[in-house]
């Protein structure tokens, strides 16, 4: 049996898009050629992320100006989800506010 790898992204107090893209980094253990953008985060998702689960925190404590980036987030956690259950792998998502 596989054990569970989860990984968890607190976002609570973040007040800027690069802090943000920080603790994605550090949450994912993401490689320093991580370019701190939505598209590399779709991109080293797919190649390094190798967690059945992600838990996501604090996302109504962000400013309202990042909520567009907090949507993103959730966007592409919902298309890896989706692409790992077309070929047959399971990562759960869990959105806590």
Same mark, same amino acid.
């Given at each position: 049996? %596989?054990?569970? %790898? *989860? #990984?968890?992204?607190?976002?609570?107090?973040? %007040?800027?898009?690069?802090? *943000? &893209? /920080?603790?994605?980094?550090?949450?994912?253990?993401?490689?320093?050629?991580?370019?701190?953008?939505?598209?590399?985060? $779709?991109?080293?998702?797919?190649?390094?992320? $190798?967690?059945?689960?992600? #838990? #996501?925190?604090?996302?109504?404590? #962000?400013?309202?100006?990042? %909520?567009?980036?907090?949507?993103?987030?959730?966007?592409?956690?919902?298309?890896?989800?989706? &692409?790992?259950?077309?070929?047959?792998? /399971?990562?759960? *998502?869990? *959105? &806590?506010?």
């Amino acid at each position: 049996m %596989k054990k569970e %790898k *989860i #990984v968890t992204l607190d976002l609570t107090g973040c %007040k800027y898009l690069g802090e *943000i &893209h /920080q603790r994605i980094k550090k949450a994912f253990d993401f490689p320093d050629f991580y370019g701190e953008n939505w598209s590399a985060f $779709d991109d080293l998702l797919w190649s390094e992320c $190798d967690a059945n689960k992600v #838990v #996501v925190l604090g996302e109504k404590a #962000v400013s309202e100006e990042l %909520k567009p980036s907090i949507e993103m987030i959730n966007e592409i956690l919902q298309e890896l989800k989706e &692409h790992r259950k077309k070929y047959g792998e /399971q990562i759960e *998502i869990e *959105i &806590h506010s």
